[in-house]
C-alpha cells in the first residue's frame, strides 16, 4: 500500500504562482513514477504532469507546458509541481497518483496508477 497526501494548494490571483507536494508513505518511493491530475468542477479529470521514477524523464499536457514543472525527491518521498503564470482555468482540485509500470510511455492515462491522493484545492482568481 502506498499512502499519498497532496498539500500547497490555496487561492492565488491570475499570473501568480503556488507549489504542490506529494508526500508518500508505504513502499519504496523510487520504485514508481508519479503524476498529477486535475478535476475542475464538472470536468473529467484530466492529465497534468508525470516524472519518471528516477526523474530523468517528464511528460506534460499541452495546457500546462513551459507553465508548470514536476520533480521529485526521493530521499524525501515528495514529489512537487511548480506552478506559474496562473491561469482562472487552471482552477481544479489537484491530485497526485503513483504508479508501478504503466503502458502508454508517458503516464497519460489515469488507469496506469495504482494509488492517489484526496486532492487539493487550487483556485486561480482573475
Known amino acids: 500500500q502506498v499512502q499519498l497526501v497532496e498539500s500547497g494548494g490555496g487561492l492565488v490571483q491570475a499570473g501568480g504562482s503556488l507549489r504542490l507536494s506529494c508526500a508518500a508513505s508505504?513502499?519504496?518511493?523510487?520504485?514508481?513514477?508519479m503524476g498529477w491530475f486535475r478535476q475542475a468542477p464538472g470536468k473529467e479529470r484530466e492529465f497534468v504532469a508525470a516524472i519518471s521514477w528516477n526523474g530523468g524523464s517528464t511528460y506534460y499536457a499541452d495546457s500546462v507546458k513551459g507553465r508548470f514543472t514536476i520533480s521529485r525527491d526521493n530521499a524525501k518521498s515528495t514529489v512537487y509541481l511548480q506552478m506559474n503564470s496562473l491561469k482562472p482555468e487552471d482552477t481544479a482540485v489537484y491530485y497526485c497518483?503513483?504508479?508501478?509500470?504503466?503502458?502508454?510511455?508517458?503516464?497519460?492515462?489515469?488507469?496506469?496508477?495504482?494509488?492517489w491522493g484526496q486532492g487539493t484545492q487550487v483556485t486561480v482568481s482573475s
Open positions: 497518483a503513483a504508479s508501478l509500470g504503466g503502458y502508454s510511455g508517458t503516464y497519460y492515462w489515469a488507469n496506469e496508477y495504482n494509488y
Open positions: 508505504g513502499r519504496t518511493f523510487s520504485s514508481y513514477a
